[in-house]
């Protein structure tokens, strides 16, 4: 007895779900690590834009207080207030707008400037002639903390 055998090219139900589940395994295994490194470096990002945020903030108390004759620090519900004296006579005042968080610089009696936001929190310290700031600057998850201290040149000129 002969029987012919039929030959059947192609591939079975079950191979193809072998194929289907091994290539699901891979593409999510390349999707989590494509998306851990997307949200590392969105947190590396922000972190080095608040570094640069507070930077920024620290050049624009460098140069009011360099060039001052004396400073105080005024404590208040909403946080402490660096006020400057200048050689001119005038007032520079550096505090935190608490509801918006934001950094702000007022010169005298004119309207207060927005320097930087997502200011968390900062503290100030008048020793001398040196003046002592520390910030922290916060958003969503990224913390930073900038610290310097600074010196009047002209402190004690009237």
Not at 8 to 26: A, D, F, P
Not at 65 to 72: F, M, N, V
Not at 123 to 151: A, H, M, R
Request: hydrophobic share 45%; glycine share 6%.
């Amino acid at each position: 007895m002969n029987y012919k055998q039929k030959k059947y090219s192609g591939m079975t139900l079950v191979e193809i779900l072998v194929v289907v589940l091994i290539t699901t395994i891979v593409i999510f295994g390349l999707g989590s690590v494509l998306a851990a490194g997307h949200r590392n470096w969105n947190d590396a990002w922000e972190r080095v834009n608040l570094q640069r945020d507070a930077a920024f903030a620290m050049s624009v108390f460098s140069l009011p207080i360099k060039e001052a004759t004396g400073a105080a620090v005024f404590d208040d519900i909403d946080g402490p207030t660096l006020t400057i004296y200048n050689l001119d006579g005038t007032e520079t005042s550096f505090f935190l707008e608490p509801t918006e968080k934001e950094l702000r610089r007022q010169v005298d009696t004119g309207g207060a400037q927005i320097i930087i936001k997502n200011m968390d929190n900062m503290e100030f310290e008048v020793i001398g002639n040196k003046v002592w700031i520390k910030l922290y600057l916060k958003k969503d998850d990224q913390i930073i903390e900038f610290e310097t201290t600074i010196s009047m040149r002209n402190f004690g000129l009237e």
